[in-house]
């Protein structure tokens, strides 16, 4: 069974930080590339960051720029999200998603791009 599973959420203060993770099960990340994209109550989906399959290639939303890292040990068949100097406005369910290698909406972020979905992690940014 293809799955991915966030982990890492939760609830920080302002200014604070927090490293989501998305883990891969029943298939190996190497031949995708990754997005985070997130969702707060009564908005769409918006995509945050992305990642090449075999990494150094990156995009990000100039609301996070400057500020989000995005990484990925494919070794481990994880993806990693280091968000630091969190404001309130990046309360959201966050969701990592996986494009194949091939597809040509993934550096925009383009959410039909993007085949497989986990089920998201709440972050929390109040004080």
């Known amino acids: 069974q293809l799955q991915l599973v966030e982990s890492g959420g939760g609830l920080v203060q302002p200014g604070g930080s927090l490293r989501l993770s998305c883990a891969a099960s029943?298939?190996?990340?190497?031949?995708?590339?990754i997005g985070w994209f997130r969702q707060a109550p009564g908005n769409e989906r918006e995509g945050v960051s992305c990642?090449?399959?075999?990494?150094?290639?990156?995009n990000y939303a100039d609301s996070v720029k400057g500020r989000f890292t995005i990484s990925r040990d494919n070794a481990k068949n994880t993806v990693y999200l280091q968000m630091n100097s969190l404001k309130p406005e990046d309360t959201a369910v966050y969701y990592c998603?996986?494009?194949?290698?091939?597809?040509?909406?993934?550096?925009?972020?383009?959410?039909?791009?993007?085949?497989?979905w986990g089920q998201g992690t709440q972050v929390t940014v109040s004080s």
């Open positions: 998603a996986a494009a194949r290698v091939g597809k040509i909406g993934w550096l925009k972020l383009s959410r039909r791009d993007y085949d497989y």
């Open positions: 029943g298939f190996t990340l190497d031949y995708y590339h």
């Open positions: 990642i090449r399959s075999s990494g150094g290639l990156t």
